[in-house]
């Protein structure tokens, strides 16, 4: 089972908006309403940012979002902020024998 | 107060074997599954597998099993990941966390940096 693709980074400025997408198969992203995201800053455990695609925990940002279509899902950051700048991992349920598998990560850089 | 603590930093020799642990607190440990996550240096996450404390039931992902054994001692709270001969590949920071749902990890170790080197 390969990772999901997403892409290496992507950046905006502050107040603006960027999408990640997170690629996969039907197998995966495409076959089940079981993709999470987890943000991740350095030297630090991931933390959890969206669930189910688009569950937003209690304490996350209402600027952060997500959504899926197909086999890919996507997490938007609304209005950017400086704190925002980490990496970024969606993750996917895969089925009874894979069973879970993240993606690549993209690093978001705030200008 | 959930939380998920981890055992501290090993430097192993390869072919050496380690078992590293996860104690939780602040819930029903026996309850939610534990998931443990490899970082590989400067690389991103992956599903190693998860074990439930209730009854040890466990699931791998093809790529670790095999090569990693999941454990846990409901009595005291605490989950373990083992290798019995490392390798130089296994060096990494190794997370658990609380499997509240599919793909949900809901709370993390600190983790546990594994080197490997001889």
């Known amino acids: 089972q390969s990772a999901l693709t997403q892409p290496r980074s992507v950046s905006g400025s502050p107040g603006q908006s960027v999408t990640i997408s997170c690629t996969g198969t039907i197998s995966d992203v495409g076959g089940y309403n079981y993709v999470s995201w987890f943000q991740q800053h350095p030297g630090k455990a991931p933390k959890l940012m969206i669930s189910?695609?688009?569950r937003r925990p209690s304490g996350v940002p209402n600027r952060f979002s997500g959504s899926k279509s197909g086999n890919t899902a996507s997490l938007t950051i609304s209005g950017l902020q400086a704190e925002d700048e980490a990496d970024y991992y969606c993750c996917s349920y895969a089925g009874t024998y894979t069973f879970e598998v993240f993606g690549t990560g993209t690093k978001v850089t705030v200008l | 107060e959930v939380q998920l603590v981890q055992s501290g930093a090993e430097v192993k020799k390869p072919g050496e074997s380690l078992r590293i642990s996860c104690t939780g607190s602040g819930y029903n440990f026996t309850t939610d599954w534990i998931a443990w996550v490899r970082q590989l240096p400067g690389k991103g996450l992956e599903w190693m597998g998860m074990?439930?404390?209730?009854?040890?039931?466990?699931r791998y992902s093809p790529s670790f099993q095999g090569q990693v054994t999941l454990s846990a001692d409901k009595s005291i709270s605490t989950a373990y990941l083992q290798w019995s001969s490392l390798k130089a590949s296994d060096t990494a920071i190794y997370y658990c966390?609380?499997?509240?749902?599919?793909?949900?990890?809901?709370?993390w170790g600190q983790g546990t940096p594994v080197t490997v080197s001889s």
């Open positions: 074990i439930y404390p209730g009854d040890s039931d466990t």
């Open positions: 189910d695609v688009s």
């Open positions: 966390a609380r499997h509240l749902a599919v793909v949900t990890f809901d709370f």
